[in-house]
């Protein structure tokens, strides 16, 4: 080998002995990375003043990186809002950020430099990895929504007692209303889901936020949102208290939320654990958004808990779009709805703006018989079998076939009792008294053999059967239009009487 070539090698081997020492445990000031510790940060858990935001002001266009150790901030790291100016911030994963005084937030991204000459130049900046302690932060990470595409990556928040991490748009100048914040790999730790602590709140004109691979627990909300447009994926939520968190004993967790919606717009939920929460979503007043779930799960580790999968109050009426596929939901506690809204949004639907397909609810004997869930048009299903065999004997008591809810629809049903007894109803419920356009008895059933009622429970009309004489059927129940508003009864593995629907009224008879 000449002289000259030995020389090329060695440089090219020193080269590369760098880039391996940057890039690994211990990295050093390069030129566009910068080991804060080497000016004049300390990370010994001495309180920090101001020499990081300077240090943050000379590093314009750089990535600042912080090894291992505590860093006890004094003030919060302030990064700037210009595209021209970011700064990045690379966390050693055991570097423990926190501050011994209260502070507004221990980092705050885009509230510098507040300033955007040139949107064309908007690029991603990201703050990866470390720990933040927020027991002393009003906010753990505030993200200012007017500088977008910011991405929080492979770090935790702990121990909030307000809000873990907050987005939202200063006063200083109209944004476009998209944030485009991305969120990955984040787990988030409160102190008590008991208290009101918030996971992730973000706010109006904060649009487009993607979260994904995100643990929240031990808050009351995990994520509270004023805008639309967000894509969640893979989150696991879970209602839990820490050291230091408020236990209230059997009353634990019964006010919790795990995604609160406080907007319209659109939203996509996939693969979301809803892990022991009271209720999966909670939507806020009168708004109507268009929610898009797959594969999402439900359930609690605690008995007799939880109010409803989606809940908004009942007196609103604004029409929502709910799209429910391939989703788990398991009820622990009496009367649980998968959708504990207004009723007539859901009987009048004439847009088919509501479905819940492909999915399985567990424990159906807790689920309120007024569920909507149980809606046929619904569960996209136009035949039903009322009982399992094995419980075919029906006594002279009211036994309840199922209910109606108002719609305009009219309800063709086919009722079969055995091999050559049916009934065939013709009916309409648009609120008040039941309409029987017609009714028919087929094969060896007459007159003599039962008679069926109804009972109207306020938006529901409840249908009900008596045999004359004890007997054994098998009903199957069909809806011969396919469009009509009928409701299963919850379970299988039981006869439903009036009492179940908390009827305590005599029913109308339209057939005897």
């Known amino acids: 080998m000449s002289t000259k070539l030995a020389y090329i090698f060695v440089i090219i081997l020193f080269l590369g002995c760098k880039k391996e020492n940057v890039m690994g445990n211990n990295y050093e000031t390069t030129e566009d990375f910068v080991s804060v510790i080497e000016h004049g940060v300390k990370n010994d858990g001495s309180p920090i003043g101001s020499e990081l935001n300077a240090l943050v002001r000379r590093s314009y266009g750089k990535t600042l990186y912080f090894p291992a150790g505590v860093y006890n901030l004094t003030e919060p790291m302030v990064l700037p809002l210009d595209y021209t ?16 005084g209260q502070l507004e937030a221990l980092l705050k991204i885009g509230f510098s430099d507040v300033s955007i000459v040139d949107r064309s130049h908007r690029r991603f900046s990201y703050v990866e990895g470390g720990v933040f302690d927020c027991y002393n932060s009003d906010n753990g990470i505030v993200v200012n929504g007017l500088k977008q595409l910011v991405s929080l990556k492979n770090m935790s928040l702990v121990r909030g007692r307000d809000t873990h991490l907050r987005i939202y748009v200063t006063d200083d100048f109209l944004g476009t209303g998209s944030c485009d914040t991305k969120i990955d790999n984040i787990t988030i730790q409160g102190m008590s889901s008991n208290e009101d602590i ?19 627990y031990s808050t009351k909300w995990a994520i509270v949102t004023k ?9 696991h939520i879970l209602s839990k208290n820490t050291t230091g968190g408020t236990d209230i004993g059997g009353d634990n967790y019964r006010q919790t939320e795990g995604i609160r919606i406080d907007c319209g717009g659109f939203f996509v939920f996939n693969q979301i654990y809803y892990d022991t929460v009271d209720k999966g979503i909670m ?14 799960i439900y359930y609690s580790y605690l008995d007799n808990f939880g109010t409803a999968f989606i809940y908004r ?11 429910i596929s391939n989703a788990m939901i398991t009820a622990r506690n009496t009367g649980f709805k998968v959708f504990d809204i207004n009723t007539a949004i859901v009987g009048y639907d004439v847009s088919n703006f509501y479905t819940f397909v492909n999915s399985t609810v567990h424990n159906p004997h807790l689920v309120s018989p007024y569920d909507l869930s149980l809606l046929q048009k619904v569960r996209n299903m136009s035949s039903d079998a009322l009982i399992f ?36 109803l013709d009916m309409k419920f648009e609120g008040g008294a039941l309409k029987v356009i017609d009714r028919k ?12 009622g109804y009972v109207v429970r306020g938006d529901y009309c409840v249908l009900v059967f008596r045999p004359k004489t004890a007997t054994n059927y098998y009903p199957v129940i069909n809806d011969l239009l396919g469009n009509g508003s009928f409701m299963i009864t919850p379970s299988k593995d039981r006869h439903y009487r009036l009492a179940d629907y908390g009827i305590t009224t005599e029913p109308t008879v339209f057939l005897d």
């Open 441 to 452: 008895l087929i094969g060896s059933l007459n007159n003599a053999t039962l008679e069926m």
């Open 313 to 323: 109050d009942n007196a609103f009426t604004t029409p929502l779009q709910l799209k």
């Open 198 to 216: 918030y996971g992730i709140y973000i706010d109006e004109s904060c649009a487009d936020v993607k979260i994904s691979n995100t643990f929240i």
């Open 227 to 235: 805008s639309p447009g967000h894509v969640i994926n893979n989150v």
């Open 85 to 100: 100016k970011s700064v990045n911030l690379k966390l050693d994963p055991s570097a423990y950020v926190k501050s011994d």
């Open 283 to 296: 939507i806020v007043g009168n708004h109507g958004p268009t929610l898009v779930l797959d594969q999402n």
């Open 389 to 424: 065999t094995n419980f075919n004997h029906f006594d002279t008591d009211w036994h309840v076939v199922g209910a109606l809810v108002v719609s305009p629809y009219r309800s063709k049903l086919r009722i079969d009792l055995s091999d050559n007894e049916a009934i065939e």
